[in-house]
């Protein structure tokens, strides 16, 4: 790639040695003062098809102005004399090739395009034209195409991990933030039943609640349950979710960690399910006590007066 910051100070070096402003320099080239004031600060490259240009008004050759002893110098001039690039050399280019130049030559070589060069060019093309080269794409290890991901539209990505079976949950995790809420939830949900592992905790912002209620209730209604399973769960959901997730573990016996859902209920939820427990004698004085502070004093004292009653 391009020293930007060495080719800035040979465009200036050359414009001030023919005595010329900036303004005047943009002039000649058809291009904006501001484009010239960015390229002598290092900020962007002129574009290829004013490097001829650029080189005969401050009469220094283009290897020269990009630096004779950078590879890239060599690619530029192949590209202006429309010889053919290799993949390597397109990508020391491509900052400076229009995006159709990019894509058209690399359609032509898209079966010898590997996914690390294909991760090299993604920023220079079109999310289009990514994805019908992602499709074609021979690829042996799936995680190595997390780094495309943030290029691709959600439907092709979901797509193309359809294609690979992913299950691996560090692979899931990685590609989360970049698929469709549903498609990532139907692909975990998939994953489970056939009894592969997932992080849920990791996955859960990315997952849709129905998703995330699925799971949790075939957690619990499971012989080796554990509450550190859905724990990690509880802040993606809903009150009413979290309620029923309350009253399931108290049909299952397992009261210990009730007082943990609390955070996550709202007081009408929360008074609902104690007090409806306290109805089916699942709930006794010293339980209901834990969810003071949960509790708004006047739901308290009701709950309290019922408990009694109920004895």
């Known amino acids: 790639m391009f020293d930007t910051l060495k080719v800035a100070k040979r465009i200036r070096d050359g414009r001030n040695a023919k005595n010329m402003t900036q303004m005047e320099l943009a002039d000649k080239l058809g291009v904006s003062f501001q484009a010239v004031s960015n390229w002598e600060r290092g900020a962007s490259m002129p574009d290829i098809s004013k490097l001829?240009?650029?080189?005969e008004i401050l009469s220094i050759s283009i290897s020269e102005l990009l630096g004779s002893e950078d590879k890239s110098s060599i690619s530029v001039e192949k590209v202006i004399e429309n010889e053919d690039l290799e993949i390597s050399e397109l990508i020391d280019v491509a900052p400076i090739i229009p995006p159709k130049t990019i894509e058209e030559t690399v359609k032509e070589k898209k079966n010898k395009v590997k996914v690390d060069e294909l991760v090299s060019l993604a920023p220079f093309l079109s999310s289009k034209a990514l994805s019908e080269l992602v499709e074609d794409l021979e690829v042996d290890n799936v995680s190595s195409l997390v780094a495309l991901a943030p290029f691709l539209e959600e439907e092709m990505?979901?797509?193309l991990l359809d294609k690979h079976q992913i299950t691996d949950s560090k692979d899931l995790v990685a590609f989360a933030p970049?698929?469709?809420e549903d498609d990532l939830s139907e692909i975990v949900m998939n994953s489970l039943e056939?009894?592969?592992e997932c992080n849920i905790k990791a996955l859960s912002p990315f997952l849709s609640e129905e998703c995330l209620e699925e799971y949790v209730m075939k957690a619990i209604s499971s012989p080796s349950f554990s509450f550190s399973s859905i724990?990690?769960?509880?802040?993606h959901l809903d009150s009413p979710v979290v309620s029923s997730i309350f009253t399931a573990l108290l049909e299952k016996g397992e009261k210990d960690n009730l007082v943990s859902l609390a955070p996550f209920m709202d007081g009408d939820d929360l008074e609902g399910v104690i007090s409806n427990a306290i109805d089916k004698h699942q709930m006794e004085m010293k339980d209901i006590m834990e969810f003071a502070p949960f509790l708004d004093s006047d739901d308290l004292g009701l709950l309290i007066k019922k408990a009694i009653k109920r004895g």
């Open 52 to 55: 001829s240009d650029l080189s």
């Open 157 to 159: 990505l979901s797509a």
């Open 178 to 180: 970049f698929l469709d």
């Open 194 to 196: 056939k009894g592969c």
């Open 231 to 235: 724990e990690g769960v509880l802040p």
